[in-house]
């Protein structure tokens, strides 16, 4: 038995053609097979428009037990697009770490 402790990103921004970029970007970095060989799906569709034309999109946790080859992976995915998000300081965006 694992430990599991789940990471998702959520990405905001008041700007649609900005967000489309952040969103096409993080399909980029985090849609390719894992160790196993699968692809998992886990970045939403962007979800708007809120008061002030906010819209938003989400990265799902992985799934993974924490120290296994697939959440090691896609942590060092999370770790790709949230650097890319650091250099474009065009969105509001927050890593969530819950669960065990």
């Known amino acids: 038995m694992g ?3 789940h990471h998702a ?3 905001s921004c008041n700007k649609i053609e900005n967000l489309n970029i952040a969103h096409s ?3 980029e970095i985090l849609h390719s097979p894992d160790p196993d ?3 998992i799906d ?3 569709n962007i979800c708007g428009e809120g008061v002030n034309g906010i819209c938003s999109f989400f ?3 992985d799934g993974s037990n924490e120290w296994w080859p697939t959440s090691d992976f896609y942590n060092e995915k999370r770790q790709q697009f949230i650097e890319w998000l650091k250099e474009n300081n065009n969105y509001d965006w927050v890593l969530i770490q819950y669960g065990d």
């Open 9 to 11: 990103i959520i990405v």
């Open 37 to 39: 060989g699968c692809s």
């Open 59 to 61: 990265i799902a946790p």
């Open 3 to 5: 430990y599991t402790c």
């Open 25 to 27: 970007k993080a399909i």
């Open 42 to 44: 886990l970045v939403s």
